[in-house]
């Protein structure tokens, strides 16, 4: 199992749809114990979510459903293999059953192989917006760096399957009539210490995510850590 910490703040209540469960956040506060690298990834999905006034979310291998705690309004359900048993690789609901499915950091967490799949249930599950965030290929030196400090279980899938094509993500979406933009963000320098500091030194790592999110949740970038794919469905097609 990928080594993950669930957030207090939440509660995951099942629903009459095996896999899918729905988020109910009991304490907004909880956001102040996310890491800086998830804060930052979670809040630019969240802010492109309002933008875009999705009321209906599917948190798509959300883990523990943390993205409801930067949404303070609409329905968000979850779907993630560890914490409701449902695959992203077949949802099972009907065709359009959201505003918006968002999969943030979940890509380059599944084999290459299957990775059109996933873009394909994505897309017939999305009634206007498919929303992705994964790190982009500009990383991958400072991806390979971090999984030779820390031999940290996700960093190895994502040197050892390769992060996301954000060309081939825009073109597979375009199949199924989606046409977005990918907007790069988060600096890689910053990641980089804050997480080999959460990985070696977890007790120092505390004090150190609250003060990057207080402070540096916005930090510039000379490279970016992540893409941040917004699409959205063509009606006239």
């Known amino acids: 199992m990928i080594p993950m910490n669930a957030i207090d703040g939440i509660e995951v209540q099942c629903t009459e749809i095996p896999g899918i469960s729905k988020v109910k956040v009991v ?13 930052v990834r979670l809040n630019a999905a969240a802010k492109a979510i309002r933008a875009v006034a999705g009321n209906s979310v599917l948190d798509a291998g959300g883990y523990d459903g943390a993205l409801a705690l930067f949404l303070s309004n609409g329905s968000i359900d979850l779907i993630d293999s560890f914490t409701t048993g449902g695959s992203v690789l077949s949802i099972p609901v009907t065709d359009e059953a959201y505003d918006v499915v968002a999969a943030i950091d979940v890509l380059e967490h599944i084999e290459p192989g299957e990775r059109s799949k996933a873009l394909a249930e994505f897309a017939r ?3 206007r917006f498919v929303i992705l965030n994964y790190p982009c290929q500009d990383s991958r030196e400072a991806q390979e760096l971090a999984l030779k400090l820390t031999n940290n279980a996700l960093v ?24 977005g933009t990918v907007r790069p963000h988060t600096s890689i320098a910053v990641w980089l ?6 990985n070696l030194l977890p007790n120092a790592a505390i004090d150190l995510n609250r003060h990057l999110v207080e402070n540096y949740a916005e930090e510039p ?17």
């Open 27 to 39: 304490n907004f506060d909880g956001k102040k114990d996310l890491s800086w690298d998830r804060y």
């Open 125 to 127: 599950v999305a009634r």
């Open 156 to 179: 190895k899938e994502h040197v050892q399957w390769e992060l996301p094509d954000s060309g081939m993500v825009l073109s597979e979406l375009a199949k199924y009539g989606f046409e």
């Open 193 to 198: 210490g804050q997480y080999i500091t959460l």
């Open 221 to 237: 970038f000379s490279k970016p850590l992540y893409h941040l794919v917004v699409c959205k469905r063509d009606n006239t097609r």
